[in-house]
């Protein structure tokens, strides 16, 4: 059974900057497109940035420049450097393998999520 494990979320002022890391555990499958969702209060999880196992991109307008996706494959980890945080960033960030590069389409069941809160 495939268990996603997020973490490296907090609490941070408009401007800072956030390293989220995704450890994928029981998976014989292809890690092939991971990807970083998220999720805001009130609102549907949207998927916000993806990689290929080739180092193929993908960024959702709203945090291109800001945000930066990448992997270690040998290790089944999964990162989110995001830098110049701001407020409309707040939400819980997930982690999950897409069956199509910059198309939602989640393959696992969700992990816990980590919390990231931006707010002076």
């Known amino acids: 059974q495939v268990q996603l494990v997020e973490s490296g979320g907090g609490s941070v002022q408009p401007g800072g900057s956030l390293r989220l890391s995704c450890a994928v555990s029981?998976?014989?499958?292809?890690?092939?497109?991971m990807s970083w969702y998220r999720q805001a209060p009130g609102k549907q999880r949207e998927l916000v940035a993806s990689?290929?196992?080739?180092?193929?991109?993908f960024y959702v307008d709203s945090v291109k420049g800001r945000f930066t996706i990448s992997r270690d494959n040998g290790q089944k980890t999964v990162y989110l450097q995001m830098n110049n945080l701001k407020p409309e960033d707040t939400a819980v960030y997930y982690c999950?393998?897409?069956?199509?590069?910059?198309?939602?389409?989640?393959?696992?069941?969700w992990g816990q999520g980590t919390q990231v809160t931006v707010s002076s």
């Open positions: 029981g998976s014989r499958r292809s890690t092939a497109i």
């Open positions: 999950n393998r897409d069956l199509w590069l910059g198309v939602s389409s989640p393959q696992w069941a």
């Open positions: 990689i290929t196992s080739g180092g193929r991109l």
